[in-house]
């Protein structure tokens, strides 16, 4: 009775290395604020081993360092408004071009305008599938990252977004997120890995939540739709519990690619093309 639990945790083990060690390419995790963009990157690095590029992250980052962009932004983002296009290309092609990025990487909070999403697939176009036809025909091998961005949307109503954004508190040491209402941490206000004092995000307030919201009801819903139109676009329920979102998430990225534009097959699974 012990083998085939141990052929199971050895096949278990192998599926894991294999996750880790293969292309994945472009995710691009869409979503309204507090929708578990942030949540659900940190469990795709884990399970792919790819890094999480959050534009949000990169932003706060800048604010804290005090460079240009950086108190560029600041008052922006305290807001709720979005950065402008033209100070976000810079940052996120930088982010991009390292070298953690080849098997591929998961995009959370970019694109987030129409023409973010353009620039984006341009980006990708030059920079990635160009390069990798001529590494594939230089080297004769497959270049890490020739695989198109599998774009997922996270679906939450509206009130489950307010409690989940009100009640949002993250470690400033190691970037864990927890939830007041929903993940609490296991010593009230302290990070169960490193004990620091988690803190509120600046645009958590009541009165920059409704800001963020309504920009992503004008702006953000036309990335939807330009990524809908291209019929790449997979739709899921967020509004379940962490682990039962990730799991749908992990199943539309491992079949992703299967057909030979690299879409995703809507019809089958628990994803659907909205
Ligand atoms: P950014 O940092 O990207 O914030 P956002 O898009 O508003 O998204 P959030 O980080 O608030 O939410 P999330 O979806 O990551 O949710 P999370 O996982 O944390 O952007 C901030 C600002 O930067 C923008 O307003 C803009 O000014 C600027 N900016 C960034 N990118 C830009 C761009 N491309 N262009 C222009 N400007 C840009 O989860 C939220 C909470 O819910 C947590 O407490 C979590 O524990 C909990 N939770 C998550 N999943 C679940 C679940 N399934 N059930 C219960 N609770 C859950």
Known sequence: AIFPRREIRVKGAISMANDTARNVGPVILLGPPGAGKGT??????????????????????????????????????????????????????????EADCQRGFVLDGFPRTAAQAGWLDAFLEKEVFDKGSEKRSDKGSEYPQNCPPVVIQLLVDYTQLLLRLTGRRSCPTCGRLYNI????????????????????????????????????????????????????????????????????????????????HGRVDTRSGTTTQS
């Open 40 to 97: 659900q990157s940190k469990r795709i690095v884990d399970r792919y081993g790819v890094p999480q590029i959050s534009t949000g992250d990169l932003l706060r980052d800048h604010v804290a360092r005090g460079t240009e962009l950086g108190l560029e932004a600041k008052a922006i983002m305290a807001r709720g408004e979005l950065v402008p296009d033209e100070l976000m290309y810079g940052i996120v092609a930088n982010r991009l071009r």
């Open 181 to 260: 209402h929903f993940q609490p941490p296991l010593v009230d206000e302290l990070c169960d890995v490193d004990g620091s004092k988690l803190v509120i995000r600046n645009d958590d307030r009541e009165e920059v939540i409704s800001g963020r919201l309504a920009a992503y009801e004008t702006q953000t819903r036309l990335v939807t739709d330009y990524y809908r139109a291209q019929r790449r676009l997979v739709a899921i329920n967020a509004d379940r519990p962490v682990e039962e979102v990730t799991a749908q998430i992990f199943g539309v990225i491992d079949s992703h690619g299967n057909d030979s």
